[in-house]
């Protein structure tokens, strides 16, 4: 018996691997997956490494109406000859040019996740473009998956989309988190030790650490602001910046530059495929991101024992429970984030008591295996309500 045609679409291929990671290789026991991407190669790469078809679409996360276009005819001559049963899309951009593609192919099940919502920094004109793009894509989609309450909150606050087309699956989360990978059982206190000294960790130093972009709306500059006044205090502590910079995008302040070039204390490790060493030689997570979906990385320090600090945001006020299992802090408040950082540098058995919640509350909320059955359980409800 043939397999009903499943195809997912994000912008660029990273979102498949990092955000879905082992997910589309999970669906391909039940449906005929494609993966559909920009940059060919590494597309292509990913598809042998899950184990689907792939289909390649020239794709940017910046505003370029006249390739939008292109792509949108592109994807829909694909989907005119696949027949897909599902079209299932995540990011932005991936986002509008999937679902009017598939709308336009009269694909069934039209599906878009929502992990977060850039146009939420935005203003002007560019707000007003971003927010017909985001109606627009919840219009061509049959459902539409906030992957958080916060997100859902949003989108009906916005008046983006009815609520009954609007669905948070399980406890949040696109993906979920493999919580035997992520586990310090692979971490001997010897490799450890190792690690931090080849990154020039002082033994005695408490580390904080932050996992992902190297950009302004990351909250970056108040951090590096806050890491500042610590050591004006004299305490023994190391900030690691797990992540690229993007220049080109949301680049930080040069004053932050300046700082993160000269200081000894706060080093910097480019992108990393595995993340978990980096955790594994750290305390404390620190992530005051202005917006979020639903972070991945929250849930992999938390797995990994790490008290969280994290902004009071959608996404991160639900896998952080203050008092619980990490801490919550204003957005871009440099003075309330220090607090906070200072306060878990002093008060050991506080430290303690939220690392020990920690791993406890992700394994019980956000296993990824539970999280796959829950996403194949929606489609087949969907396929029922055809």
């Not at 829909?76 to 336009?104: Q, S």
């Not at 033994?203 to 190297?214: A, C, I, Q, T």
């Not at 108040?222 to 023994?236: D, M, R, S, T």
């Not at 797990?242 to 680049?251: I, K, R």
């Amino acid at each position: 018996m043939l397999k009903k045609k499943l195809i997912r679409i994000t912008t660029i291929p990273i979102s498949l691997e990092k955000l879905l990671e082992g997910q589309l290789a999970f669906m391909s026991q039940f449906y005929d997956v494609t993966a559909v991407s920009s940059e060919e190669k590494n597309l292509m790469e990913y598809g042998i490494k899950e184990g689907v078809s792939t289909f390649h679409i020239p794709l940017t996360r910046k505003i370029t109406p006249v390739a939008d276009i292109r792509a949108v005819i592109k994807f829909y001559r694909f989907l005119k000859k696949e027949k897909p049963l599902i079209v299932h899309t995540h990011t932005p951009k991936a986002g509008i040019v999937g679902m009017m593609a598939a709308a336009l192919a009269r694909v069934p099940i039209r599906l878009h996740t929502v992990a977060g919502m850039p146009l939420t920094e935005a203003t002007g004109v560019k707000r007003k473009i971003l927010n017909q793009v985001e109606k627009l894509t919840y219009r061509y989609a049959t459902m539409v998956y906030p992957n958080s309450r916060g997100l859902k909150e949003l989108i009906l606050k916005e008046k983006f989309c009815n609520a009954y087309k609007l669905k948070v699956l399980g406890e949040g989360s696109s993906n979920g988190i493999d919580t035997s990978y992520f586990s310090r059982v692979h971490f001997s206190e010897e490799k450890v030790q190792k690690k931090r000294e080849e990154l020039n960790i002082h033994p005695s130093d408490l580390v904080y650490v932050f996992v992902g972009r190297l950009v302004k709306d990351k909250g970056l500059d108040e951090l590096i602001a806050a890491f500042k006044l610590l050591q004006q205090q004299n305490k023994q502590c190391t900030l690691l910046l797990v992540g690229p910079f993007e220049e080109d995008l949301d680049p930080l302040s040069e004053k932050s530059r300046m700082e993160i070039d000269s200081n000894s204390k706060i080093i910097t490790t480019g992108y990393q495929q595995d993340i978990r060493i980096f955790l594994a030689v750290s305390d404390i997570l620190v992530f005051p991101s202005y917006r979020e979906g639903f972070p991945n990385v929250v849930m992999q320090a938390g797995a990994m024992d790490l008290p969280s600090i994290v902004s009071n945001i959608n996404g991160c006020n639900e896998i952080v429970m203050d008092g619980r299992n990490g801490l919550l802090v204003p957005a871009k408040n440099t003075e309330k984030l220090y607090e906070k950082m200072d306060l878990l540098a002093t008060d050991h058995d506080l430290r303690e008591q939220l690392s020990s919640n920690a791993r406890r509350e992700i394994v019980r909320r956000y296993e990824r295996n539970k999280m796959w059955e829950i996403i194949l359980e929606e489609y087949r409800i969907q396929e029922a309500n055809l």
